[in-house]
């Protein structure tokens, strides 16, 4: 395992209780008035507790899709998401919400998604969507692969809209399977790892997960649910029992801000 300093596993909490204190003072960089949903998103992981058994906590997996990949210009026109609870994935807890975008919507990223302006005119625009969004998670760890992306987009939104961004942890299952990875060829004979590729759908086919289709933002929620509980149960069969554990082991996922 790999170790770190025991400020890692309380500076989350503390980052917290800080964001809580000035949001309501009314201080640093909440400039204008905080959503009632967003500071009970923050009440919700003031004291943020580590160690309770993995299985104790609820996950929310999600997936976005996007006019373009930079946060400071482009915009969310599609967000999927799907609950996970005692490690087991309901199909019909979901949510999927289509976004109309305010700006331009880039034909590269309509040919990927598929998605086009007919299809969004006449969805709500994001600061409509964000509250049904935070009420879907209502506590709830975030997941995602490469979820550093769509928080990004969402915070963005989140600072906009609502007056500050989201407090909730969130875990990535691209770098959960690096540190699965790593300590499955760690673990073995041959000391070199072969090359493999964290794309999420090339990840769903190397540990022969169920397959769905690409860049519909629900769809890609429920693959990475799949990878999610996969990577989560193997990594349980070792040392990992708490969500401390978890953080301790890998260090190749990260929380988010």
Known sequence: ????????????????????QAVRKG??????PVHPLLEENY??????????????????????ELTGLNPSRDEIVSIGAVRVAGFSINPSDTL???????????KPATLVHRITPEAVADKPPIEDVLPELLRFCNGSLIVGHH????????NRAARRHMGGSLATPCIDTMRLAQAWEQERWEASFDPFQPSISYNLRDLAAHYGLPRFQ???ALEDAMQAAYLFVYLVRKMRGGSIRTLKDLFMAGRSWRWYM
Do not use: K
Request: glycine share 10%; proline share 3%; charged share 20%.
């Open 1 to 20: 395992m790999m170790s770190t300093s025991a400020s890692a596993t309380t500076g989350f909490t503390g980052r917290i209780a800080g964001l809580l």
């Open 27 to 32: 201080l640093g960089r909440w400039t204008g």
């Open 43 to 64: 009440a919700l992981f003031a004291d943020f507790d580590q160690e309770r058994p993995i299985e104790e906590y609820s996950f929310v997996v999600l997936d976005s």
């Open 96 to 106: 999927h919400l289509m976004v109309r975008p305010r700006g331009t919507m880039h």
């Open 147 to 154: 979820v550093g992306l769509d928080m990004a987009f969402l």
């Open 214 to 216: 690409e860049h519909d």
